[in-house]
């Protein structure tokens, strides 16, 4: 069976600081991967995904991941964090097509200013 | 990208009673998925939904409690059953996009709270 492993519950950044989000995940196959941001009350929104090619992929709002094979590993990245980052971010992964999402339990980012 | 639309946007129910939930999408999509956020929670499938044929449950989830309808390739229906306050969560609908383009897309979800 997919999973995912968020192994940070909390992080606390300073507001102009990088960030790393990590994540990891198990799954038989080439996996599709997903980064979404949910902020307080809103809903998810897709900051980036890996279907195939390009290792390292863009997203909005500055984001960027890296998918390394070797390590299982799908980590999120912005050099320079906004107080409005500030929010829940959940990695996720699929096999596409009838295969729905696995998310992992999620990382609080905590912007301090 | 697909906009789903889901209603109602929140409620407020009494144990034992059933509430359904609606998801329209502005496109046609093969697969439709429903997912529970529990307080505080990730979010954990719950079933997926073909046009044309029965749902498919994950583990831990039930038709009798959870049935779905899907009768046709922009609509789905989620109904959970005979609430109690465990079920008071988000539910979310998602739809999957061919590869390439926006991938899972989510509604903005129903929060629904059981007393």
């Known amino acids: 069976a997919q999973s995912v492993t968020q192994p940070d519950i909390h992080i606390t950044v300073s507001e102009g600081a990088s960030l790393e989000l990590r994540c990891n995940y198990s799954y038989g196959a080439t996996p599709y991967l997903f980064w979404y941001v949910q902020s307080p009350g809103q809903g998810l929104q897709l900051l980036l995904k890996?279907?195939?090619?390009?290792?390292l992929v863009q997203g909005i709002k500055g984001f960027e991941a890296e998918f390394k094979r070797s390590q299982s590993s799908f980590n999120l990245r912005k050099p320079s964090v906004h107080w409005s980052d500030a929010a829940e971010y959940f990695c996720?992964?699929?096999?596409?097509?009838?295969?729905?999402?696995?998310f992992g339990k999620g990382t609080h980012l905590i912007i301090q200013p | 990208s697909a906009v789903i639309s889901q209603k109602p946007s929140r409620d407020i129910c009494q144990r034992g009673t059933s509430l359904t939930i609606q998801c329209q999408v502005d496109?046609?999509?093969?697969?439709m998925f429903w997912y529970r956020q529990q307080p505080g929670q990730s979010l954990t499938l719950i079933a997926t939904a073909n046009q044309g044929s029965e749902a498919t449950y994950e583990s831990g989830f039930v038709i009798d409690k959870f049935p779905i309808s899907r009768p046709n390739l922009t609509f789905s229906t989620l109904t959970v059953s005979n609430m109690s306050p465990e079920d008071s969560s988000i539910y979310l609908c998602?739809?999957?996009?061919?590869?390439?383009?926006?991938?899972?897309?989510f509604g903005s979800g129903t929060r629904l709270t059981v007393v």
């Open positions: 998602s739809v999957d996009l061919p590869p390439g383009t926006d991938g899972y897309t």
């Open positions: 496109s046609q999509v093969t697969m």
């Open positions: 890996y279907f195939s090619g390009d290792t």
């Open positions: 996720a992964v699929s096999g596409g097509g009838a295969d729905g999402l696995t």
